[in-house]
């Protein structure tokens, strides 16, 4: 059973548009979402993470959205650029050192 | 952010062979470190979590008896792939909690992988 449900599995943007891949959970006790980015042959790259008390973060370019009630949270990309084009997966775990729980993965490309 | 190591970053072996696999955290201490194994286009698998001073937890499905993990001390976590087979090659991710000051963050860092080939 998966915990974490990540959507598209690919997606292709244009250079300078908007960039937006979803997830949803089913743990309500997950208290921690992080997003990380990952290219080819490397280790993966924490890029932006909330906890449930807010409902938007905002880090450059990047913006998770959170929805509690929904039990979902996306990723934007504004502004997106050929170097964005990697995989990104987003995971959720519990509080303390328990481990993450990884969605399937979206492979960006952004192209010009 | 907090840096994490493993070496060797590529190693490629005869099937029987075993192979030792270290992460590091270099400028932090990790009471606990995760393994993960990532085959190509999917996601990360956790595999076990490594506490410093005790036994490994394994996830349902890994062996622990082929998959050794040693977290010896707190920054240093071993996996070592006994009598390695060419099913068991992939790429192998180590990750490490930050433990400071009492508390137990929950940024996980991770290494930049281990691309194991068992001939």
């Known amino acids: 059973q998966q915990q974490v449900k990540q959507s598209p599995q690919s997606l292709i943007v244009q250079k300078g548009g908007i960039s937006i891949i979803n997830c949803a959970y089913e743990n309500t006790a997950f208290d921690y979402f992080p997003w990380y980015q990952q290219f080819p042959g490397k280790g993966p790259a924490l890029l932006i993470a909330?906890?449930?008390?807010?409902s938007e973060k905002k880090e450059g370019r990047f913006t998770i959205s959170f929805n509690k009630s929904a039990k979902q949270f996306s990723l934007h990309i504004m502004d997106s650029q050929p170097g964005d084009s990697a995989t990104y997966f987003c995971a959720a775990s519990i509080s303390g050192n328990t481990p993450l729980v990884f969605g399937k993965g979206t492979r960006l490309s952004v192209i010009a | 952010g907090a840096v994490v190591s493993q070496h060797p970053s590529w190693v490629i072996c005869k099937s029987g062979t075993s192979v030792k696999i270290e992460c590091r955290s270099l400028?932090?201490?990790?009471?606990?470190m995760f393994w993960y194994r990532q085959f190509p286009k999917q996601s990360l698998m956790l595999m076990a979590t490594s506490n410093e001073g005790s036994k490994a937890t394994y996830e349902q499905g890994v062996e622990k008896d082929k998959f050794l993990i040693n977290h010896a001390s707190l920054t240093l976590s071993t996996l070592t792939v006994t009598s390695a087979h060419p099913e068991d090659s992939s790429f192998y991710i180590c990750?490490?909690?930050?433990?400071?000051?009492?508390?137990?963050?929950?940024?996980?860092?991770f290494g930049p992988g281990t691309r194991l080939t068992v001939l």
């Open positions: 909330i906890r449930p008390d807010v």
């Open positions: 990750s490490a909690v930050i433990r400071a000051g009492g508390h137990t963050y929950n940024e996980q860092f």
């Open positions: 400028d932090f201490q990790a009471t606990t």
